[in-house]
């Protein structure tokens, strides 16, 4: 078996990535003492709401970064599942497969990522729905909920405050969940550590006969 070293994060996208984790724990904890204020004592009301708020912009911030980084150096096709579905449907089959069977009994992984191909096609799918419509739609709703009194008219039209607090909230939820199932799609590696390195160096060791 030979090792060889394959390049799949540029630093930029690691800086990215390290900030973008920061933000999301920072907006998780804050919301949830803003959410069950009566419950957790981590902090004052206020704080939590400014922070809250800080972390949010931040966030923004961070999505304008990631967009204009992956649009200029024409790395965005990684996060495009492929169109043709009788490509693309057999190959999210054969992932699936090893996910709920095949790493269990030692299979290799069918996908092999490198820098230009660096997600299989449920990671696609996946980061796509996340990036292109989840988190848009999650910073909208922040944004809205950010100065109420400003937004009015638009929430009006969404369906008053508690429809767009639901959705912010339900969005919330989603997010946590995929965190839990990102964490562990990171110990699949090789080793158990093998991909959260390489989100550090930038570099990742695949094996060959």
Same mark, same amino acid.
């Given at each position: 078996m030979k090792m060889h070293r394959v390049e799949l994060h540029p630093l930029p996208v690691r800086i990215w990535h390290w900030a973008n984790a920061f933000c999301f724990f920072g907006l998780i904890v804050t919301g949830a003492q803003i959410r069950y204020r009566g419950i957790l004592d981590w902090m004052s009301f206020r704080t939590a709401v400014d922070l809250h708020n800080q972390f949010g912009f931040l966030l923004i911030a961070l999505f304008l970064v990631w967009a204009a980084y992956y649009l200029s150096t024409g790395l965005m096709k990684v996060y495009i599942p492929d169109l043709n579905l #009788?490509?693309?449907? @057999?190959?999210?089959?054969?992932?699936?497969?090893?996910?709920?069977?095949?790493?269990?009994?030692?299979? @290799? /992984? @069918?996908?092999?990522?490198?820098? %230009?191909?660096?997600? /299989? @096609?449920?990671?696609?799918?996946?980061?796509?729905?996340?990036?292109? =419509?989840? =988190?848009? =739609?999650?910073?909208?709703?922040?944004? =809205?909920?950010? %100065?109420? %009194?400003?937004?009015?008219?638009?929430? %009006?039209? #969404?369906?008053g405050i508690k429809a767009v607090g639901s959705v912010h909230l339900f969005l919330t939820i989603v997010f946590v969940a995929f965190l839990f199932v990102h964490v562990y799609l990171t110990t699949l590696g090789p080793t158990k550590l093998t991909h959260i390195k390489a989100m550090f160096t930038g570099f990742e060791e695949e094996g060959s006969l």
């Amino acid at each position: 078996m030979k090792m060889h070293r394959v390049e799949l994060h540029p630093l930029p996208v690691r800086i990215w990535h390290w900030a973008n984790a920061f933000c999301f724990f920072g907006l998780i904890v804050t919301g949830a003492q803003i959410r069950y204020r009566g419950i957790l004592d981590w902090m004052s009301f206020r704080t939590a709401v400014d922070l809250h708020n800080q972390f949010g912009f931040l966030l923004i911030a961070l999505f304008l970064v990631w967009a204009a980084y992956y649009l200029s150096t024409g790395l965005m096709k990684v996060y495009i599942p492929d169109l043709n579905l #009788l490509r693309y449907i @057999p190959k999210a089959f054969q992932q699936a497969k090893y996910y709920g069977y095949g790493i269990f009994i030692g299979e @290799p /992984n @069918p996908h092999h990522a490198t820098r %230009d191909h660096k997600f /299989n @096609p449920m990671q696609q799918m996946a980061y796509f729905g996340i990036m292109f =419509l989840l =988190l848009p =739609l999650q910073i909208v709703s922040g944004v =809205l909920l950010w %100065d109420i %009194d400003r937004f009015a008219g638009i929430i %009006d039209r #969404l369906g008053g405050i508690k429809a767009v607090g639901s959705v912010h909230l339900f969005l919330t939820i989603v997010f946590v969940a995929f965190l839990f199932v990102h964490v562990y799609l990171t110990t699949l590696g090789p080793t158990k550590l093998t991909h959260i390195k390489a989100m550090f160096t930038g570099f990742e060791e695949e094996g060959s006969l």
